[in-house]
């Protein structure tokens, strides 16, 4: 079963910064499309960005401009870099395999999460 330990939440003002990390234990993680989710409280899961195994990067319209996706193949690890944060992208997000338009397409597992709370 795929671990997945995502880090980097917290509590930020308006138009802040954070960066959210994730270790992931998949062997051959270099040929999974990697992407971040996020879930706001009485919502359903969203898919917000998506690294291909080729290197493509994918956003949601809602983040586009603001977030970068990044990965790093050697250390198992992916990253969002979260920028100009508003009060709507409060939600805990979470990594995992990710196709934009298949929801199917995941490790099976999830990891707990990392909060992000955006509120002055």
């Known amino acids: 079963q795929v671990q997945l330990v995502e880090s980097g939440g917290g509590l930020v003002q308006p138009g802040g910064s954070l960066r959210l990390s994730c270790e992931v234990s998949a062997s051959h993680f270099s040929v999974y499309d990697m992407g971040w989710y996020r879930q706001a409280p009485g919502k359903q899961r969203e898919l917000v960005a998506v690294?291909?195994?080729?290197?493509?990067?994918s956003y949601a319209d809602s983040v586009k401009g603001r977030f970068t996706i990044s990965r790093d193949n050697a250390k198992n690890a992916l990253y969002l870099q979260m920028n100009s944060l508003k009060p709507e992208d409060t939600a805990v997000y979470y990594c995992?395999?990710?196709?934009?338009?298949?929801?199917?397409?995941?490790?099976?597992?999830w990891g707990q999460g990392t909060q992000v709370t955006v509120s002055s």
């Open positions: 995992n395999a990710a196709h934009f338009g298949d929801d199917n397409y995941n490790f099976g597992s």
């Open positions: 690294v291909s195994s080729t290197g493509s990067l």
